[in-house]
C-alpha cells in the first residue's frame, strides 16, 4: 500500500545560489548525522569524479566511436536538476536515496558542462530536437512537463495524464491505452511556448537499469508482440542467422538476444525504435534541466513523490503493476548477460554508457567469476 501523500516531507537546502544539495527530513540519530554529513560530501566527490573520469578516459581512448555524440554547440551552465526528493520512512532506505540522488545530481552537472554536451533544445541537431519534442508530455492544469520513456512505466504515467485531464475516471479502467490519444505533446505548440513550458513548469522523467530496460524491450517485443516480429524480428534472422535455409520461411517470433544485440550495434543510436533507443537520446537531460529524475527501481516511491508535488488531487493514484506482467529479475538478466558473447557485451555497452553514467547505474558484472554463479 503507498504511503500517505502527506507523509512526504521536502525542503530546499539553503546555501550558495544554484546549490544542489537536498536537506531530507528524518529522525536519524543527530550524532549519526554528523558523522555522516562530514564523510558524504567527499565520498559522493570521489564517485563522481571516478565516473566522470572514467567515461572522459572512454572518450579520449577512442572507446565510444560506435555511439553518436552531440556536436559541440554552445557553453551555457548548466543549472540543477533536482530540488527536491522525497521521504517516507527513516533509515537505511533514506541514506540510498540521498547518496543516489545527490551522485546523479552531480554527475549530470559535471558530465553536461563538457563542451561537445548541449546545453539547451536550441543547441540540439533537428533531429535531436524532434525526439526530444515528441517525447515530453504536457499538462498545463496542474503545470508539469513528464519526458516518456518506454519500458519505464511510461503506459502508466500516460494513464495518469489521462485520468488528470479526464479522459479517463480512474486509473484502473481497463481499456486498451492508446498512447498517443488525449495526451499533450510539447512538439505540438510553437517555440515561444515550448520556451515559456520548459522555464517555468515543473520536469520530471523516470530511469531504469540500461541493460535491464533493454531486456524488458526484446522479450515483450520479440516475444509477444506480432507487428514486430513482422517489422524487426524477420530482416534480424535473415540478417544475422548464419545457419538459416534461405528458402526457410520466417515468422520473426524467435530472434535470439545475441541476434538483437547484433541489430543494435549496426543502429544509429539517434534512429532507434524508441523502446531501445538510449534514455539520453530521448529526453536529452543536458538540454533540459529536469527538476527531478526518479528510479524504476522505487517507482511507488518516486511516483507518490511526483503526484504530491504536482499537487495531484488525492483520489488520483499511481497505478499498481498489472498481474500479468513478468519483472525482469536479477537471475534472469544475469543470464541474458552471461551467455552473450563478450565481445558482443563489450560493443553493445557504449551505446549506451551514458544511460549508466548520468544516471549512477554500475556496468554490469560479466566477469568469467561471476558469471560461473
Known sequence: MLPRRQDFGMKKSGGARNSSVINFRSTVIPGSVRRSSAVLPSVLTFLVIVASGGLLLMIEKGMLNSMETPPPRGTGKRLDFMRQVVRHSPGAEDVDSQILQEIRNRTIRSMCSQKNMPHSIMSLTPLQRKTLLQHILVNDQYHFLYCYVPKVACSNWKRVLKVLNGALENVDVNIKMDHRSDLQFLSSFKPEQIQYRLKHYFKFMFVREPMERLLSAYRNKFGEIESYQKKYGVEIVKRYRKTRAKDAPVKGDDVTFAEFVRYLLEEDAERMNEHWM????????????????????????????????????????????????????????????????????????????????????????????????
Not at 527538476?291 to 488520483?316: C, K, M, N, T
Not at 537471475?331 to 558473447?341: A, D, G, R, S
Not at 565481445?343 to 566477469?367: G, H, Q
Request: hydrophobic share 30%.
Open 278 to 373: 538510449p534514455v539520453y537520446n530521448l529526453c536529452q537531460p543536458c538540454a533540459v534541466s529536469y527538476d527531478f529524475i526518479g528510479s524504476y527501481e522505487h517507482l511507488e516511491r518516486d511516483s507518490e513523490f511526483v503526484l504530491q508535488r504536482i499537487r495531484a488531487p488525492p483520489h488520483v493514484r499511481f497505478p499498481e503493476r498489472q498481474t500479468w506482467y513478468k519483472p525482469v529479475t536479477t537471475e534472469t538478466l544475469h543470464y541474458y548477460l552471461c551467455t552473450l558473447p563478450p565481445k558482443l557485451l563489450r560493443e553493445l555497452l557504449p551505446k549506451y554508457i551514458l544511460d549508466f553514467s548520468l544516471f549512477a547505474y554500475p556496468l554490469p558484472n560479466t566477469t568469467t567469476e561471476h558469471c560461473r554463479h
